[in-house]
């Protein structure tokens, strides 16, 4: 079999070219390449240990009162019985997240930009920002009902009180520590403000804005379940109510674990997005 071979001259030497072998382009490599066995098996080696605990403290060692925290067999026949009720109410919370999270996250980052332009509007906003984040959320609640009525509008207002502040602080954070070097880089090309913003300060900040968003999802489903409390919607935290009044502590619990579920994937997904709209990011950083 014949191996191609591509010639070259060797600069300095007077002697016939030199034979280099050809080297084939390396494909590109697909994101999904690099999932490896690891990240998902360790996930799930975490959720085994995780439900052993919980059984050896509610059946193995009987250290918590079943009506407190029922095994997690309980949990899982509960779950299976009102799948019927559940399923429907997860959707209805999710949506709900979803929505809030992306008000936030559009409405975070101007806000942020805002401030990150201006050092007057941040020196004005800056501590209102930092007070209505520090009023307890739960507290609202009833007030939102007066406010803004029953339906979907307190459970947005509520996930948009929860989400916004975290995403706008990683805003102004990442466009107000743009590298030195990339700065004087965009001034040695005579750049305006737009084009700097755009190409360089903007792509500069978005690991840090993911940082935001990445910290408000979380948020944005315990905003959605609080402002389920006080709302006729039929969500996973209408129901868990609704269970726990009944004294049905198990189902409680199952539609619990439904909102723990849902917020792994939808930071599952997020983290993702983040992967492919920002390959740069790890092959420029030293990664774990």
């Not at 034979?19 to 999932?35: D, E, K, L, M, N």
């Not at 809030?100 to 920002?129: D, K, N, Y």
């Amino acid at each position: 079999m014949t191996e191609s071979i591509r010639t070259r001259p060797v600069p300095g030497s007077a002697g016939p070219p030199s034979a280099v072998p050809a080297v084939p382009p390396t494909p590109g490599r697909s994101p999904w390449s690099r999932i490896r066995p690891a990240t998902v098996g360790l996930p799930l080696l975490g959720l085994v240990i995780t439900v052993a605990v919980w059984w050896a403290v509610t059946s193995g060692l009987h250290l918590v009162h079943p009506a407190s925290l029922p095994p997690p067999q309980a949990v899982g026949t509960s779950l299976t019985a009102s799948a019927d009720v559940l399923l429907p109410a997860l959707g209805t919370t999710t949506l709900m997240t979803v929505l809030g999270f992306l008000l936030s996250a559009v409405t975070g980052v101007l806000i942020g930009m805002a401030l990150a332009a201006s050092r007057r509007a941040e020196r004005m906003f800056a501590p209102l920002l930092v007070a209505v984040n520090a009023v307890p959320k739960i507290a609202l609640g009833p007030l939102l009902v007066v406010s803004v009525g029953w339906g979907t509008k307190p459970i947005l207002t509520m996930v948009f009180l929860l989400c916004f502040f975290p995403i706008v602080l990683s805003t102004a954070t990442g466009l107000t520590t743009t590298p030195a070097d990339l700065a004087e880089l965009a001034r040695s090309l005579n750049a305006s403000w737009w084009q700097s913003f755009r190409k360089v300060r903007f792509p500069a900040a978005l690991p840090q804005i993911f940082v935001g968003l990445k910290v408000a999802m979380p948020l944005a489903a315990i905003g959605a379940v609080i402002g389920e409390f006080y709302s006729d919607k039929p969500g996973l935290g209408y129901q868990i109510l609704q269970y726990n009044g009944v004294g049905d502590t198990a189902t409680a619990w199952a539609a619990i674990v439904l909102i723990a579920a849902m917020s792994i994937l939808l930071y599952s997904a997020l983290s993702l997005v983040e992967r492919l709209a920002l390959p740069w990011v790890r092959a420029t950083t030293s990664a774990r």
